[in-house]
Structures are given as structure tokens and as C-alpha cells.
């Protein structure tokens, strides 16, 4: 089991190798990355290494499981946005979050993808980021439906299965696979599509401006708690 450093200046040894560990990942995939050149690029000793750490596996499931949470936090979230009562602007902002957080953390995330499809614990650390978006989407739902805004008939566990999985998988093809779409047009068609599929088409804002003028308006699409 790798060393919970009890000192500060261990703290900040074990947190520099992590940081060192992804821009090595990033720059040489995970095959190639060496452990001296993960220790060289932290500044410290290869022996150094195994203070914190097991094996260079140990590291990156540790970066993976970071980099994981960081797409999730929805933390550069308005305050706004995130408490307003407009559920369109809700699922707007953290559609826009995602797709920024994952632009963000692109090169880390192709070699988390590749890895996960060989190693069980990194796979775990994928399913765990899914059932956590996919529990808070599915509450974002429930509470819809008791507001009377999304369409009854839906089964909430259904639907955030099905939606976050569209998001996510959308992610993976504009920044990894390399399909070309434009940010701010991502956001927007996502929201669209998310909102129509529950049946958000009333008592409803934030609706594109360029629709308005359409017969019935059609909304946008991700949720935060």
C-alpha cells in the first residue's frame, strides 16, 4: 500500500510526484512513462520514488482518480447559475463545465481511456465518476418531475444513464477522437437535446436566443446538485 506521508514537507513531495506523474503520462503514454523521469521531473531521487508510491501503476491510478474528480466538480459553476431557478440554465452550465474541465485535462484523459481498458482498478475509478454524475443527474430529474417541468413517464435512473452517457461519450469524441465542433455550439445542442428529452418545454427560461422565434422554443443540457 503506498505511504500516507505524515509530514507537510511529505505532503508536498507525494503531490509533486502526482503533478510530475500526469506530465509524463501526458507527454510519453503510460508504456513508455519511466519512473526516473517521473522522479526527475519532481526533483527527486529514483529511491524517493517508493517512499510514496509502489509502482509507476500505483501513481497513475492515483492521478487518474484526481483527474476523474476534477471533471465532476462542477466547481467553476456560477453561484448564479447554480442556484437559479431556471432549470435550462442549470443544465447549460454544467454541460459547459464538463466539456471545459475535460478540454482541460484532454491529453491525461486519451491515456486514462486507453488504460482503463486493461486495468481494473483504473476502470473502477471511470464507473465510480459515473454513478456519482449519474446519481446527482438522476435527483436533478426526480426534482423536475415534483416541479412539474420534466415528463412523468420517464424513469429518472433510465434517463441519467442514458443522457450522461451522450455527454460523456460526446467529450470523448471532440477532444480525444478529434471531431470537429466549436465549444459554444457543443454546449447549446447538448442542452437542446438533454431538456427535449425530458420533456422540458415549459415553465422553462434561458432558451437559445436565436430559437425564439420558433413555434415552441426548445432548451438546453447537464445538471449539477
Given at each position: 500500500?503506498?505511504?500516507?506521508p505524515?509530514?507537510?514537507?511529505?505532503?508536498?513531495?507525494r503531490?509533486?510526484l502526482?503533478e510530475?506523474?500526469?506530465?509524463v503520462?501526458e507527454?510519453?503514454g503510460?508504456?513508455?512513462?519511466r519512473?526516473?523521469?517521473?522522479?526527475?521531473?519532481?526533483?527527486?531521487?529514483?529511491?524517493?520514488?517508493?517512499?510514496?508510491?509502489?509502482s509507476?501503476?500505483?501513481?497513475f491510478r492515483e492521478?487518474?482518480?484526481?483527474?476523474?474528480?476534477?471533471?465532476?466538480?462542477?466547481?467553476?459553476?456560477?453561484?448564479?447559475?447554480?442556484?437559479?431557478?431556471?432549470?435550462?440554465e442549470?443544465i447549460?452550465?454544467?454541460?459547459?463545465?464538463?466539456?471545459?474541465?475535460?478540454?482541460?485535462e484532454?491529453?491525461?484523459?486519451?491515456?486514462?481511456?486507453e488504460?482503463?481498458?486493461?486495468?481494473?482498478?483504473?476502470?473502477?475509478?471511470r464507473?465510480?465518476?459515473?454513478?456519482?454524475?449519474?446519481?446527482?443527474?438522476?435527483a436533478?430529474?426526480?426534482?423536475?418531475?415534483?416541479?412539474?417541468?420534466?415528463?412523468?413517464?420517464i424513469?429518472?435512473?433510465?434517463?441519467?444513464?442514458?443522457?450522461?452517457?451522450?455527454?460523456?461519450?460526446?467529450?470523448?469524441?471532440?477532444?480525444?477522437?478529434?471531431?470537429?465542433?466549436?465549444?459554444?455550439?457543443?454546449?447549446?445542442?447538448?442542452?437542446?437535446?438533454?431538456?427535449?428529452a425530458l420533456?422540458?418545454?415549459?415553465g422553462?427560461?434561458?432558451y437559445?436566443?436565436?430559437e425564439?422565434?420558433?413555434?415552441?422554443?426548445?432548451?438546453?443540457?447537464?445538471?449539477?446538485?
Amino acid at each position: 500500500m503506498d505511504s500516507a506521508p505524515r509530514s507537510a514537507k511529505g505532503r508536498r513531495t507525494r503531490a509533486r510526484l502526482i503533478e510530475a506523474g500526469k506530465t509524463v503520462f501526458e507527454r510519453d503514454g503510460f508504456l513508455q512513462a519511466r519512473i526516473s523521469d517521473i522522479a526527475a521531473e519532481a526533483s527527486v531521487s529514483h529511491g524517493s520514488f517508493y517512499h510514496y508510491f509502489e509502482s509507476k501503476e500505483s501513481l497513475f491510478r492515483e492521478v487518474a482518480e484526481q483527474v476523474e474528480a476534477r471533471l465532476i466538480s462542477m466547481a467553476d459553476i456560477p453561484a448564479d447559475a447554480e442556484h437559479s431557478g431556471d432549470p435550462v440554465e442549470r443544465i447549460r452550465a454544467a454541460n459547459r463545465s464538463y466539456l471545459t474541465a475535460y478540454k482541460g485535462e484532454a491529453r491525461i484523459m486519451r491515456v486514462i481511456e486507453e488504460v482503463s481498458r486493461y486495468d481494473d482498478e483504473v476502470r473502477q475509478v471511470r464507473i465510480q465518476r459515473d454513478k456519482h454524475l449519474g446519481a446527482r443527474t438522476e435527483a436533478s430529474i426526480k426534482r423536475l418531475q415534483a416541479d412539474g417541468l420534466a415528463d412523468p413517464r420517464i424513469d429518472t435512473g433510465y434517463a441519467a444513464e442514458a443522457l450522461g452517457g451522450m455527454v460523456a461519450r460526446f467529450a470523448e469524441n471532440f477532444f480525444i477522437a478529434g471531431h470537429k465542433f466549436e465549444l459554444d455550439k457543443a454546449v447549446e445542442q447538448l442542452t437542446i437535446i438533454w431538456a427535449n428529452a425530458l420533456g422540458l418545454t415549459h415553465g422553462t427560461t434561458g432558451y437559445l436566443e436565436q430559437e425564439a422565434t420558433h413555434t415552441r422554443p426548445v432548451p438546453p443540457a447537464t445538471f449539477s446538485s
